[in-house]
């Protein structure tokens, strides 16, 4: 390694440094209103140290527990909220709310194309015999993306033509070359949906969006939603867990089916650990501002290579997600592994590609981060199947991305 090579590469994100300064000021002028926001659902619930303490056993009138939803509902502008560490993930969360909502003969409608991959046999589109939606007798439809990679506004009609339970929207790109949802853009599509038959339920896949825009998908007319805790929400420190929120009726069945119907919300320890999720709600406003900076500087030092980008630079952010489209597989082997070789966890690890259960296709992953699978920290990932793109996330420091960028364009000189 020379000198040269380091100083090209500290150069060439030095220059997409300063090319998204104005970003900078921008993003970190967001964080005061969103905090505020948690600071009020705290003062409005009076949160106190009581409140971190769990009631052992079944967990009935677990008081934390129920100041923690309450909480989590107000800054997700929500009628209710449960908060769990038994969800294992976000997946486990809208796997939850969608058994807990359908019904055998129900019609589930995807509006945004394929949902993401850990879905796929949740919904029954791939696999068989473990108890998909679709062996419970609950058709599944999708409305194709156009192109382009928006949603087919003028084909809504046609694919709600059919009664339909429940459409569901994936805010996110997840493993997709397509633009996030904005919660703008949500609010049209419910509004469209309720327009075409007012009884059908509008639920959002949120992961990797919350508190990236002033509003949340159910302060838009979303009925349900559901997330992680360890991604956006759980400010790098929360354990584990899943949330849902929305109406209150579709959040108690979300939580009969992480429990038992007769149990529903009223049931489940937080093992001690409320402080965790009461303090990651208080740093997340920070480290999203965080990590939508490391987004964009990525963008700008992959774009200023001549790689193509999504978002752009200066564009508008719905979710935390960079997409660099890398074009082939060893490039983006060769930038994980700089990730992976800059991460505060696990740094001496060779990220290989390997089989991950509820994916379709191998991954390769720089997940070094203090929550397992978290992607809080600066990560990235990316399936290896063409156009081989990498999804990067995360990052408490831009800082941190800076040096893991620059050891990226250095593996890419390699």
Not at 76 to 102: D, K, N, P
Request: include cysteine; charged fraction near 15%; aromatic fraction near 6%.
């Amino acid at each position: 390694m020379t000198v040269s090579r380091q100083a090209w590469a500290a150069d060439q994100v030095a220059a997409a440094l300063e090319r998204i300064a104005p970003v900078v000021a921008e993003r970190r002028a967001g964080v005061q209103p969103r905090l505020q926001r948690v600071l009020e659902a705290f003062a409005a619930e009076r949160l106190g140290v009581h409140h971190f303490a769990s009631v052992t056993g079944y967990g009935h009138g677990d008081l934390g527990r129920e100041v923690l939803d309450r909480v989590f509902a107000r800054v997700l502008q929500a009628e209710a909220a449960a908060v769990r560490l038994q969800f294992v993930s976000g997946t486990h969360a809208i796997a939850a709310a969608l058994f807990g909502v359908l019904r055998p003969g129900d019609r589930l409608l995807a509006l945004t194309g394929r949902p993401y991959d850990t879905l796929e046999e949740v919904i029954g589109i791939r696999g068989s015999g473990q108890g998909s939606l679709a062996e419970f007798g609950i058709a599944y439809d999708e409305l194709p993306l156009l192109p382009d990679g928006r949603v087919d506004e003028a084909g809504i009609a046609a694919a709600l033509a059919a009664p339909t339970r429940l459409v569901l929207i994936q805010r996110s790109c997840g493993y997709s070359w397509r633009p996030s949802l904005s919660v703008g853009q949500i609010g049209a599509l419910v509004e469209r949906v309720k327009a075409l038959q007012p009884g059908c339920l509008v639920f959002v896949d949120n992961c990797y969006g919350e508190l990236v825009e002033p509003q949340e998908p159910t302060a838009v007319g979303a009925d349900l939603m559901a997330g992680s805790l360890i991604k956006n929400l759980g400010g790098t420190i929360a354990p584990t867990g899943g949330y849902v929120a929305g109406r209150a009726d579709l959040v108690e069945q979300a939580c009969c089916r992480l429990t038992a119907p007769g149990i529903g919300a009223e049931g489940g320890t937080g093992f001690d650990l409320h402080r965790l999720l009461f303090q990651g709600l208080f740093l997340a406003p920070q480290m999203v501002s965080e990590a939508l900076l490391c987004a964009e500087l990525t963008a700008a030092v992959f774009e200023g290579l001549g790689y193509p980008v999504n978002p752009l630079v200066g564009a508008a952010r719905s979710d935390v997600i960079q997409a660099v489209r890398l074009g082939s597989p060893e490039p983006l082997k060769a930038v994980c592994r700089a990730f992976q070789a800059c991460s505060p966890v696990g740094s001496y690890l060779d990220p290989v590609p390997a089989p991950m259960p509820g994916y379709a296709s191998e991954l390769v992953m720089a997940g070094g981060t203090f929550i397992d699978g978290s992607t809080s920290e600066f990560s990235a990932d990316g399936p290896l199947r063409e156009p081989y793109v990498l999804y990067a996330q995360g990052g408490t420091h831009l800082a941190h991305a800076q040096l893991a960028l620059e050891r990226a364009l250095l593996a890419l000189q390699s």
